[in-house]
RNA sequence: GGCUCUAUCGUCUAACGGUUAGGACGAGUGCUUUUCAAGCACUAAAUUCGGGUUCGACUCCCGGUAGAGUCACCA
């Protein structure tokens, strides 16, 4: 029988919590969850100077909102004296020693502990990169910790990992290299050794590996504040690094869980491309229910709009308010743009707008040109038009109905623009908006008829 | 610089010795009852370079080149 399956995620509290974690943390979860196996979250403060607990909070925030939930949670600052005990009985094997030092920089002790190094040449089979061999002459007799209540990264890691009993760890490629001095120090301490899978590294635009004080990509947490869905993010950091085969791009979380495979990750690493994430989450807004997709643009709207929508009977479909909303947005976040550009002012309040602007815009290219048009032709239009439209009943006034009276009007024109136009503007006040039927219904029979009014 | 790793369209990737080298994002063009958005269609776009091995190489081997990572009393 295998031994049960036991991944880790180790992120430090060192820094804001950047994407490029997000992969890490969720092939772990994956791994763990396929195989029906303990997905281990660890805290890795050991370094007292840059651990800071609002950065803990806010990875842990990160993965509620994601929905990579960890079965058990560890913090290194609450192990110290488990790995005290290990480094007396490294000390007393003669395995480490203390070694006095002359500090170079502020901050350094006179007095370390080192490891003994046995000098040799250490291949262990990566299940990415396949067999790696390094002589860790190179690395020297390093340090494992400052004093008994101090340890250093490789020693806590190696030191967890055994007492956790991970079975694989799956991490960034650049732990790779670090690999045989935690080898070296699993050996020491009769510990196992686990599986290992270095990922690719995601990569900024620059080629360089993302890192926490990286400008170009912003913190993973943002991503929330942005309005984006977990799942897409998750779908989108899972398919750089790693592709199932298919065709198929888009996934829910419990699809990668089945479909994850490890023996599938790529080896070069990945530069992370925001417009395709952009695509991506519009795909999983797509897959939401009417329902959801109507709380959360609800939620995202500012509360004097909320407040004051205009619930016509469209109001939740393709054509209504929560649609022209819908199809303008990639993710939550872009409603507070859209907002900001007064492109949704109208449905609220009759525009302002010079009346020159009503005028059908000349066509470039055209020869004949907008010119012949002048305000008294398009007041004549627009009169032509209330009269078609007052002989809509109320519950008839509907985009259909709206478009097949105004349609034969237009088409009567040299142009259709000629009158299409001007009952847009004066219902939106934009050059750019959705067509004048649509926001005919959203408005309302006497809404409309009095913009309209007004444009005369 | 030493060590380690990597290399298919601009980007993410498929093809694990035999394909007109496929898909997606993005871009461009066009269509769709004015515009915008959305949608649809089409187009352009790649095997880093040399050598081998083989009937046949994106795929295997060697070398060059380029890129990345790592060499802390950080993780």
Redesign the pocket.
């Known amino acids: 029988m295998d031994k049960k399956v036991v991944t880790r995620f180790a992120p430090?509290p060192?820094g804001h919590f950047h994407v490029g974690g997000i992969r890490s943390a969720l092939f772990n979860f994956l791994f763990a969850r396929q195989k029906g196996g303990t997905y281990i979250l660890r805290s890795?403060d050991?370094?007292k100077e840059?651990s800071k607990r609002e950065y803990e909070n806010e990875f842990l925030e990160l993965f509620d909102w994601l929905g990579l939930k960890h079965d058990q949670f560890f913090r290194q600052s609450d192990r110290i004296k488990v790995y005290r005990k290990y480094l007396q009985k490294m000390i007393d094997d003669g395995f480490a020693y203390l070694s006095k030092?002359t500090?170079k920089e502020e901050?350094?002790?006179?007095e370390?502990i080192r490891f003994k190094n046995p000098n040799k040449k250490i291949t262990f089979h990566d299940l990415v990169?396949?067999d790696?061999?390094?002589d860790t002459t190179?690395l020297g007799d390093f340090?494992i910790a400052?004093d008994m209540d101090e340890p250093?990264?490789h020693l806590a890691v190696v030191i967890d990992d055994f007492e956790m009993e991970v079975t694989h760890v799956i991490r960034g490629?650049?732990?790779?290299?670090?690999t045989p001095r935690q080898i070296l120090i699993q050996e020491a301490i009769g510990a196992p050794r686990p599986l290992y899978a270095h990922l690719?590294?995601i990569l900024n635009k620059e080629?360089?590996?993302l890192s926490k004080r990286d400008e170009s990509v912003p913190g993973a947490i943002e991503y929330k504040k942005r309005g984006y869905l977990p799942e897409a993010l998750l779908n989108f950091m899972a398919?750089?690094?790693w592709?199932p085969?298919g065709?198929q791009?888009v996934f829910t979380l419990s699809e990668l869980i089945k479909k994850f495979d490890i023996s599938?990750v790529?080896?070069?690493?990945?530069?992370f491309?925001p417009?395709?994430l952009?695509?991506l989450n519009k795909e999983h807004m797509k897959l939401l229910t009417p329902a959801e997709i109507e709380k959360n643009i609800l939620a995202w709207l500012p509360e004097e709009m909320r407040n004051k929508i205009p619930k016509r009977p469209s109001f939740g479909t393709k054509d209504g308010l929560l649609g022209i909303i819908f199809?303008?947005i990639s993710k939550w976040g872009d409603i507070k743009e859209i907002v900001a550009k007064g492109e949704l002012d109208f449905f609220f309040k009759a525009p302002e707008y010079e009346k020159e602007k009503l005028i059908f815009p000349a066509q470039s290219g055209s020869a004949s040109g907008g010119k012949n048009f002048n305000l008294e032709k398009i007041s004549q239009n627009i009169k032509e038009v209330i009269n078609v439209l007052q002989a809509l009943e109320e519950k008839d006034f509907t985009k259909e109905n709206i478009?097949n009276a105004l349609?034969i009007l237009a088409d009567k024109m040299d142009s259709?623009?000629e009158v299409?136009?001007p009952v847009?503007f004066a219902l939106s006040g934009l050059?750019?908006?959705?067509?004048?039927f649509i926001i005919a219904e959203i408005l309302g029979k006497n809404e409309t008829l009095s913009r309209l009014q007004k444009a005369i």
């Open positions: 430090s060192t890795e050991t370094d840059r030092e500090p901050g350094e002790r006179d370390v990169l396949g790696i061999t390094v190179d340090v400052r250093l990264y490629q650049e732990h790779a290299p670090n690719p590294l080629r360089a590996k398919l750089n690094g592709n085969g065709e791009e599938k790529q080896k070069g690493g990945g530069i491309n417009e395709k952009e695509w199809e303008r478009k349609m259709r623009g299409l136009h847009r050059d750019k908006s959705p067509d004048p």
